[in-house]
Nanobody, 126 residues
Framework: QVQLVESGGGLVQAGGSLRLACAAS????????VGWFRQAPGKEREFVAA????????YYADSVKGRFTISRENAKNTGYLQINRLKPDDTAVYYC???????????????????WGQGTQVTVSA
């Protein structure tokens, strides 16, 4: 079992920045790939970014490339999502997920069988 807790969300003006954190406990963090997702009001949850267990590979949704940066510190059991030049359309609940290394399927294709946090709210005012 892996427990994930997101933090760092809040209310910010458009153009500002936030750094979200995903703290993991329960298992060795570097046995897992990490992903970030978001869900805006009335919309389905969407993929944002993913980073593999060693940080050697990252993957981003086209809509966030150039503004979002995913990273991780295995020694601290923590993943991060840096969000710059925030837009009102970025308003959503942001979730992190952990996918075990070696799980079937592509490493960045997180499913309901993976571990998920409870989310952190990001609200961007115009």
């Amino acid at each position: 079992q892996v427990q994930l807790v997101e933090s760092g969300g809040g209310l910010v003006q458009a153009g500002g920045s936030l750094r979200l954190a995903c703290a993991a406990s329960g298992r060795t963090f570097n046995f897992y790939h990490v992903g970030w997702f978001r869900q805006a009001p009335g919309k389905e949850r969407e993929f944002v970014a993913a980073i593999n267990w060693s940080s050697s590979t990252t993957y981003y949704a086209d809509s966030v490339k150039g503004r979002f940066t995913i990273s991780r510190e295995n020694a601290k059991n923590t993943g991060y999502l840096q969000i710059n030049r925030l837009k009102p359309d970025d308003t959503a609940v942001y979730y992190c997920a952990a996918r075990r290394v070696g799980a079937s399927g592509s490493w960045f294709q997180f499913t309901s069988s993976d571990y998920w946090g409870q989310g952190t709210q990001v609200t961007v005012s115009a």
